[in-house]
């Protein structure tokens, strides 16, 4: 049986990071005949440019009918002005809610290699090894009411709801809990509670869930400690499971921690482990067409699309090791260069990576 | 005339940093004949205790009827089980509202003293000195409906809302420029523009406000990069202005780069310099009583309070001047010391500010 994957590469540094993602994934595929097809389909500000929408009828297909989306990354000053409705996000954030991604993993792991670029101190960073389990479909992202509107009084506001459900919160605490017990078995659960009634139910529901893992750890930190912790002394945390909003700030920190956020992959996940996979990185349009981006988080994305959903634990884990042999070979992109390493390209680092395979 | 300060202790080490921060300042107060008169009231938990309120009327009226306020720290878990609002903190949130305090300063300046307390490299932090302006009357703090709540499908929801107007947010963006205008002439907003409308609003209300500030560098920053920029590459930053939410956590990611959140001061004020000054750090239960907290946050929070609310420039100055002998003499306590410096308690710390002198 064919394995279908949805290719959306984006905008900005997006297509150069995915094609070396798929050139190593195409490798693993053909060589251990893991039976994987790819398709490409637009989105972000390219589908906007082609269909006038960031999420074309044709690419929520595609993405339906796949097992699994690449996606690279999407946005760019050149689409600011637009429309929020019609923004290159909104495809991003339409598809992880059309395609009920609530569970996002972001695992931050400092490569041994690395631990030079990271602006913490070594002894602070070096063997960092957490998991962010970020709530994705809900939250503030996507509440209604929402937008800017006039009042009666006349006064202009900008609206946003933040509103979780129990079974929300059920099914995102169930999966950082099972996560938890794969690690070592410790959960922090990230809120405001002490501020914010939304997350007052967050923590209530999720230590109910508890309860059910009792072989689980479970803390729970505010959210502006929580950031500050991570800073101060990041190898504290095993798991942290937090909302969309929060999840998003807490998982840019503990990706700079790590040295570069051009390491660090993701995957968002349904309920029956159907997923997008993405670098946590974003089109960085400053650096687009130049050849300099980091592929490794895009790469690492792809082999977390192997073992989450396709159960390829052997393909994963060779591709992981092929990125850690090539940060052995001392190459590195420009973000995570330092002295006496060799600089190379987007795709020469996906060539060192197919080297190692 | 004299001018009058309302004392608020509150729980935790509140009581203890206080006594230091008093025990500074009415020597100073004599000494320079500064006309200061104190009054305490209750806060947060210590009220909720005597009065089942954790903001009583009489402690209300004393704060509106002062020209500032010094505040120590409120909330420990002895009252997490309590209603969210009879909590702590939503004493602290109604005087914020109640005095109208929406402009929050939040500096963040690493001492040099200190440089090897910060778990960032040193040359990532040293002579880092930045300022945060928080919005403290609104955003999702103050947003309504907000609450837990069941609807008419049985399903069980928390929400908040975010909410800002024009005009709120144009009073803090001209805070936030005239404090630039007064130090390196740039300035951040950060803000979720890509994804919430409300803070879409508050970019396009920065913009304009900028317009009668042409002196001051205006740059824009999307939360999640901000946290990310504060631990890769903090001194790119001078002032930054943003929401309620975002400055909780942003600005205590700034406090620990300096090393210790123990250091870090902070004036709430209103359109006319009025005050309220205290800690940026909590209440700390974990250490309370024991003799063992940092003073400095709240001593160098009058020192605030002298500058902004009383003019008091040479007074305030010469509090700070203080500080950095007590640390030029070594003495540190616990969250700030290191080898070779001689540990000091609470009181120990006050009394080496007060030789200072
Ligand atoms: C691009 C943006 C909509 C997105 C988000 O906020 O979720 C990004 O920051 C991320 O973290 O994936
Ligand atoms: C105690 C709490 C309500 C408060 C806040 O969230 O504003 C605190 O974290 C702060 O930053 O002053």
Redo the contacts with the bound molecule.
């Keep these: 049986m064919t394995k279908k994957i949805a290719v959306l590469a984006g905008d900005g540094i997006g297509p150069e990071i995915v094609a070396e993602a798929i050139k190593v994934l195409s490798f693993v595929n053909t060589d251990m005949k893991l039976g994987l097809v790819f398709d490409n389909a637009l989105i972000g500000g390219a589908a906007y440019d082609a269909f006038g929408t960031p999420l074309p009828q044709q690419t929520l297909n595609l993405c339906k009918h796949a097992d699994a989306v690449l996606l690279g ?3 760019g000053p050149k689409w600011e002005p637009l429309a929020h409705a019609v923004r ?2 909104r495809g ?2 339409g598809i ?1 809610s059309e395609l009920g991604l609530f569970s ?1 993993l972001r695992p931050a792991i400092l490569y041994p290699q690395l631990v030079d670029a990271s602006t913490l101190k070594p002894e602070v960073v070096s063997g960092l090894d957490l998991m962010i389990v ?1 709530e ?1 479909t809900g939250g503030i ?1 996507f509440g209604q009411p929402r937008g800017i509107r006039t009042l009666e009084n006349g006064e202009k506001v900008g609206i946003n709801t933040k509103i979780y459900s129990v079974s929300e919160i059920k099914r995102i605490a169930h999966s950082a809990f099972k996560i938890a017990q794969k690690r070592h078995k410790k959960l922090c659960s990230v809120d405001k509670a002490n501020v914010l009634e939304c997350t007052e139910l967050w923590r209530q529901v999720v230590t109910e869930v508890g309860k059910e893992y009792p072989d689980v750890e479970l803390s729970h930190m505010y959210v502006d400690n929580a950031a500050m912790q991570l800073v101060r002394a990041p190898k504290q945390f095993d798991v942290i499971v937090t909302t ?2 929060f ?2 700030i807490l ?2 920190i503990a990706a700079m921690l790590t040295g570069s956020i051009g390491m660090l992959p ?1 995957a968002s996940l349904d309920a029956n482990a159907k997923g997008m996979y ?1 670098p ?1 990185h ?1 089109s960085a349009p400053d650096i687009a067409g130049k050849g300099i981006a980091n592929p490794l988080a895009t790469i690492l994305s792809v082999a977390m699309m192997l073992r989450y959903t396709f159960n390829e634990n052997v393909a994963a884990e060779r591709i992981e090791q092929a990125v850690n042999a090539a940060l052995d070979a001392k190459v590195r992109t420009a973000d995570i260069f330092s002295e006496g390493m060799t600089k190379v390209s987007t795709s020469g680092m996906g060539d060192a990576v197919l080297n190692a395979l």
Tied chains: 1, 2.
């Design positions: 990354a999407v946005g290159p996000e991003l954030l992880r996002n970020r994705l992202y969309n909003m999840g998003d998982s840019d993701s993405e946590i974003g």
